[in-house]
């Protein structure tokens, strides 16, 4: 594998369900993000994490829980979300947290039923 | 506050030149990037800019004012390939990316 990777691609859940989003990058990057793309919205930067420590927090919602144990991995952890989340949730990864170019993973389609 | 506008959608016709236009207003600036988004896939990143002038790179160019607090991507010899939303973002001073809501490009035949 190369680049960074995210699994499910598809992901489909009740509000009362609990899942996780899987990041994984093969780049030997120090710094790891979560964002939240909706139709015709900007970027929504939720979680930034450099060298496994969390370094932003967004006010993102108490639901959305981020998880980074090592540099090349990164999980979302979800609970009892709303319809509203329903988004592209896309993982990316950088050299470090300064102006370095990010690279993406392909995303996860959430859909909150 | 922090804000990034680019208009929502172009169109352009394949051969031809395009230019997509980025005005930023950030606390602070550490640069501007410009990334590439076809429908479905992740951003690619196309470009940085930090210090005014225009950067070339093969049919894609990009240019930075900061004291207009403006920026623009040039894409030259347009193919049907180069459809696709194209994502402004500016960096404040504490290096977080501030992203417009991006510029959908289509191209005719």
């Known amino acids: 594998e190369t680049g960074v990777t995210q699994t499910p691609r598809h992901l489909v859940m009740g509000m009362t369900n609990k899942k996780s989003l899987k990041c994984e990058q093969h780049?030997?990057?120090?710094?790891m993000y979560w964002y939240k793309q909706s139709a015709k919205k900007p970027l929504e930067l939720m979680f930034v994490?450099?060298?496994?420590?969390?370094?932003e927090n967004n006010s993102v919602p108490s639901r959305f829980s981020p998880e980074c144990p090592n540099s090349s991995h990164l999980f979302l952890h979800l609970h009892t979300l709303q319809p509203e989340d329903s988004a592209l949730y896309l993982c990316?990864?950088?050299?470090?947290?300064?102006?370095?170019?990010?690279?993406f993973g392909p995303g996860t389609r959430l859909t909150v039923t | 506050g922090q804000n990034i506008d680019q208009p929502t959608e172009m169109t352009a016709t394949e051969g031809a030149i395009v230019q997509i236009n980025c005005t930023y207003q950030?606390?602070?600036?550490?640069?501007l990037f410009w990334y590439q988004q076809h429908a479905g896939e992740a951003p690619t990143f196309l470009s940085y800019?930090?210090l005014d002038g225009l950067e070339e790179k093969g049919r894609f160019s990009s240019f930075l004012s900061r004291s207009k607090g403006y920026s623009y991507l040039l894409l030259k010899e347009l193919q049907m390939k180069d459809s696709a939303s194209y994502l402004c973002?500016?960096?404040?001073?504490?290096?977080?990316?501030?992203w417009g809501a991006g510029t959908k490009l289509i191209i005719k035949p």
């Open positions: 990316a990864s950088s050299q470090g947290v300064e102006s370095y170019e990010q690279y």
């Open positions: 780049l030997g990057h120090n710094a």
């Open positions: 994490y450099n060298f496994k420590e969390q370094t």
């Open positions: 950030t606390s602070g600036f550490n640069g």
């Open positions: 800019n930090v």
């Open positions: 973002a500016a960096t404040d001073s504490n290096y977080q990316l501030i």
